[in-house]
């Protein structure tokens, strides 16, 4: 139903927009506070009633008309049956649109000629490539046409979809989600396929409270129709061993409430504002997919924005074509960056991406990738003590491990192109070989300067042959003069790339105080050990200046400044 969806700024901040394809699934992620439910919220407002007056996110929707048959049936397919004795104005229908988070539904009467008129007009001239690209049809259009195919749902309605609805008088219009699904077969059968695949039971309607609808859930499917829609004593003795859905958990009852909403009518803009509430990772996972799936099914345009890597995922898996849109908003600038689906698979594709957990940084504000898990665990650590103590930390940032220096930048420079900060946190040694201008290029250094690096690399680690020292045992205090200028101006240049080099050697150099001589495999749970883990505790260790300290402070600055190098604009 949709073309395009234009937003009011780009990946750089500036009045630039971004215009994309919403494709079958469109999802928005960033850090808290970045927009991703407003958004929806102003596609809603543009969608159920034209472009509003005022909007922060969203610029334009350009509806994908349906051509005059189409576009008569799915105006007709929302026509209610009137109560006897009302009567309307020559060519006017009414039309129903229920609202299944209130229950509630609105009527309102429409000259269906003039608006399958409008419709035309914008169709024809669409389909003859001449129709602006700002146009905006009239208001009708989508107040009479577009709101009738549009949800939206939200995690503070997501419980009251499975409560009890009144029947209502079913030869007329459907009421409500639950009296739609009751009317039709093949809608509730589906549900009860996706809930029996995902929870292991089946979606049943009981109207045995005569007037009332209820969802339970049952261990078998009903027999036939009659079984479950009856009120004789086998419907009964069904309904009463199956599960009122209100003793459910609340996992259950959001799972099967967004569910039974989304196929109880024919949505083609579906707007899900966190589907992952109240989910446990492995049913956010299910979720994703299932509602990729029907995005696929109804031909519509969904909208979800989430904080759950498990329900991107199942978004991914399930084959439907998505884009990711990451919103960030940090000092008063705001960006949209879209990864195109094709980028996504590729990078999906990609076990050591998978693995590591990349997709989890899509939802912070920054990204720390170590060399390895005790790495990665050791400067978390110190960050969380910075925090606490209120010195410079990064916030909002998660900690990656790779596997080792070579990996990090295959998980630095996809982080980098979706607009996270990924800094690159390395060990003294990447300095010798090739690894560091393999790096250098991953965090988008201009090809001229990783020229002029490479070089100054190479005679820092002729000079350290040159004097017979190990890199790794000591770094830079092992030079004097020239040469530990040569190597503190390195480390500054890669530092403002936010490629940072522990200068003393390696992770288990820092804090030489306390004395830990153990071997690798035992290195951490014994640094752990000595730093204590209760901060009553007379000797545990608290931030200081300098050391490990300064190293992490010095992260949190690039990651936190708006102006940092190393991020493409596009």
Known sequence: MLNTVTLKFGSNGTLSELSVDPLRMTVFVGPNNSGKSLVLREIQQYAEHGKPARSKIVEHLEIAYPDPESAAVLVRSR????????????????????????????????????????????WEKQSASSLPARFDPWPG????????????????????????????????????????????????????EITHDAIGLYFVIDPTNLGTFRIR????????????????????????????????????KAFTGLVSALISADYRIILVDEPEAFLHPPLARKLG???????????????????????????????TRTNIIRLTYNQGSATARLLPDSRLSTLMRDPLLRSTGVLNALFHASAVVCEADRDRAFYEEINTRLVAAKKPAVTDGVFLNAQNKQTIR????????MGIPAAAVVDVDIIKGTDLRDLLGACFVPSALVHSLTILRGNIEARFKELGLDMKAGGVRQLQGADRESFESLMEQLRAYGVFVVPIGEVESWLQSLRVAAAKDVWLTTIFERMRSDPNEVDYVRPESGDVWGFIEAVANWTSDPMRHGMPLE
């Open 410 to 417: 295959r998980i630095v420079q996809p982080l980098r192109e």
């Open 289 to 319: 997919g299932t509602m990729a799936a029907l995005a696929t099914e109804r031909k519509a345009n969904v909208f979800a924005s989430t904080h759950s890597a498990h329900f991107l995922m199942g978004c991914i898996e399930s084959g």
């Open 217 to 252: 859930m049952s261990l078998r499917a009903p027999a036939d129709p009659t079984e479950e829609q009856a009120v004789d004593q086998r419907s009964r003795n069904f309904h009463a061993a199956a599960t009122d859905i209100a003793e459910a958990s609340d996992g259950v």
């Open 141 to 192: 259009v989508f107040e009479q046409f577009v709101s009738l195919y549009t949800i939206a749902l939200d995690g503070r309605t997501r419980f009251a979809l499975t409560e009890p609805r009144q029947a209502g008088d079913l030869q007329l219009a459907p009421q409500n989600h639950l009296a739609a699904l009751f009317v039709n077969d093949v809608a509730r059968a589906r549900v009860r």
């Open 79 to 122: 026509e209610a049956a009137l109560p006897p004795g009302q009567y309307l104005q020559e060519n006017h229908v009414r039309l129903i649109r229920t609202i299944p988070s209130s229950g509630s539904v609105s009527q309102f009467d429409v000259n269906v000629p003039h608006l399958l008129q409008n419709i035309q007009g914008a």
